[in-house]
């Protein structure tokens, strides 16, 4: 009796001490990974506070790291040779590249990188396409190769043309809306360089590039530029020659001494009758565009449909 109630005690005893184990065991192992997961996590902050970041030692050896530094290299050698000429070409390109709304400090050294890549690239995939062709040993072969890196060579000048000229309209489009909310702001009372600073926050919803080269003006002006010099920027960066004559107007205003509600309110309905110009303009000529579209799309199937009678009964034999 004592014997089975002492192996009773001891067997609860042993099924105590197995728990307590396992959970020592299982505790344990819970404080073992944590203190890991804590000690990776302080590594990873460490590293994010010195910039270390993907630039670890184990991503300084990959090939993505050296691919990223040697076209880092490549665009800071060209942007310090490039930015060094001071020629009428690298002038101009450099006011194509504002003018389409590119602010890039090292957007001329992309452009050229970008030129000489495309010539390349074009010309390789011509010559492969000729390649698979059958075309390779015959006279017009290297000529195709030629010209395909020359039109790789002009893409990025003709996008930039193309973005200048969207820009472009984009500006002439809010220009009037621009000139009457300054008229607006003149009538409230509110100098030149305020008005500017509030149109320039209206128009940011509606016309954003308009905007954001009004907002570079403001940050001439605070700089230290006259209003005067500020808006002369503006008109070369919009590239609009009513900007240009709105910067004439406001410099003949300040010097005459006259007043500039008044003449902002004339040069806007001048704005205003230009743009409806414009508009009857493109109505007029909608007539004439939809010439060719007709006679290419709808004529022959008016044809089909007067003659397929007549072509049916002629094979048929049926009259």
Known sequence: MDTNSSFGLFGDSAAVMAGLLIFLAAATLAFALMSVIRAREAVRRRATRVGLGEESFAGRRSLRYSGLKAAQKLVDYTA?????????????????????????????????????????????????????????????FWLLVMAGGLCGYLAPSVYLDRRVAAKRLEHQAGFPDFMDLLVVCADAGLAMEAALERVGRELSDSYPSLAANIHMANLEIRAGCTLTEALDHLGDRLGLEEARSFATLIQQSDELGSSVSGALRVYSEDMRHKRMSRAEEKAYSLPAKLTVPMMVCIFPVLFIVILSPVIVRLVTHNW
């Open 80 to 140: 310090k040779h490039y930015s060094s000429l001071d020629g009428k070409d690298m002038k101009r390109l450099r006011r194509r590249l504002v003018q389409a709304g590119i602010y890039d400090s090292h957007a001329a050294a992309y452009f050229f990188i970008a030129r000489t890549a495309m010539a390349v690239g074009v010309a390789l995939a011509s010559f492969c396409v000729l390649q698979m062709l059958g075309m390779h040993g015959k006279t017009p």
